[in-house]
Structure formats: C-alpha cells, structure tokens
C-alpha cells in the first residue's frame, strides 16, 4: 500500500456528482476519509449514494468541486496516471456481478493480470493463497453460477483485495445475505477494514458492522448532507431525518 499514514485518503472539496440518469438532488459534498478508517455513506435514496460513492472511489469526475484521491486530483488524471491510481483501489459490490465465463479462480486473477506484473503461475498462487485467507471452502476452479451468494461474495471480496489496494470501496456488501451470513463477511470485512481506508454504502443491513468499525458515517439526502464522527453521533442524533431512516431500517430487521 502506497499511501502515508499522514496523508488523507479521500478529500471532497464541494464536490457534485455527474448524474445524468437520476432525477434526484445532488448537493456539494466535503469530507476527508483516512487511513485506517471506515466511512458509511447512508440515506433514503440508494442510487443516489451510489453516485457519491463512485465519485469518491474516482469512478467518475465531479461536475463540479473537486476530489483527490492519493493526493491527486482526479480530474487532472491523464489516462496512465488513472489506471495507477485504480490499482490501489479495491471495489467490492453485491450487485456487480463476477464474469460468468470465468470460473472462480480467474475472476480473482484478473485485477492482477491487467495491472500487476508478477507471472500467471505466480498471480495464480497468490489468487489460491487469498482464497484460503478468506475461508473459502469451495473448488476455486468452480463458475460462480455454481456457488451461492455468500460464496460469489467471498470471491468478490478477493478480487477485491488481490493487489493490496489502500483504499476499499464497498457497494452493499452485505447485499442478499441471511443473518449468519452478513456476520461472516462482517468478520471478513472487519479484518481488512484496520489495514486501509474504507468508503462504503449498505452498511445500515448489518449495524453491528458499524458499531464496531465506523469512524464517520455521512447522512445523504436530496435535502441535506450531515457528517457524523462515530456510529454513537449518528445513534443519538435528534435530527428527525436520520432518526426516520434508522427506523426504517430497525422495522425492516424485526420484520425478517
């Protein structure tokens, strides 16, 4: 990993979100995320914290305002100094599907392939001993189609974090889970959350996640944008908003 320990990770100057296909609001976001942090990014809109997400993971530019990532602005970023700053970031979403014609293994591989520089037998080790890192009781060999939801998360997840990236993004990752489940992957995830800096959204599904890992959760909506330095601020807060949506959330649990 790349980053100093003294450097932000991610700093969001007022920046906007391109968002061509919503018809949401998007306000000026300003944030700094750390190293050896972990920021849930939450509301009552979910593709609208996509965008912001996707704008902080340097997926796309901002409309306006800027964000750097590494110390570099991102809208400055020629091509190869783009596909360097994406080779520390790790990407992990429940709904982005793995490539259904590669089996297990390969779907881990690629990142390394397409960046790294080590040899197909040595990415391939390095993929297997990821594998085993993770638990991951299954033939790596088998197509994802073949394997359940947790399992094509744990590959996810490995793909992930095959080149040490200092920057973890997570999109739901607790998305199509059961209880037993999304406590698995919190372990997993929890694990790598003290060795880098991570963005994340979903993390309402499991809150025990939060609880014990997030440094900063930031409210988003199209009315407002509330940034919080604990999972406690958020809990306690008397804004009617967050407490609406934590309510949603609470109903939604004991429903199930």
Known sequence: MNNPDNTDTIVSYAAVPINEDSQLNFLPLG???????????????????????Q????????????????GQQVSQLDQAAWKLQRSQIGYLSGIAPLLSVQHGLMNVMLPALY???????????KARALLNELNCYFDPVTFPALLDSFQRLQLALARALILDPSLLIL???????????????????????????????????YIHFLEEHATQIIFISEAKIITFNSW?????????????????????????
């Open 31 to 53: 944030c700094q995320i750390q190293p050896s942090s972990l920021t849930c990014l939450v509301g009552p809109h979910r593709p609208q914290l996509r965008v912001y997400l």
């Open 55 to 70: 704008m902080l993971a340097g997926i796309t530019k901002p409309k306006q305002g800027k964000v750097e990532i590494f």
């Open 115 to 125: 960046h790294g520089n080590l040899s197909f037998r040595e990415t391939a080790d």
């Open 171 to 205: 999109d739901v990752p607790f998305h199509d889970l059961g209880a037993q489940q999304r406590e698995k992957m919190g372990e997993m995830l929890g694990k790598y959350c003290q060795r880098r800096a991570v963005c994340m959204i979903g993390g309402l599904q």
């Open 232 to 256: 406690e601020a958020f809990k306690q807060t008397e804004n009617q908003d967050v407490r609406e949506l934590l309510s949603t959330f609470q109903s939604a649990r004991r429903a199930k």
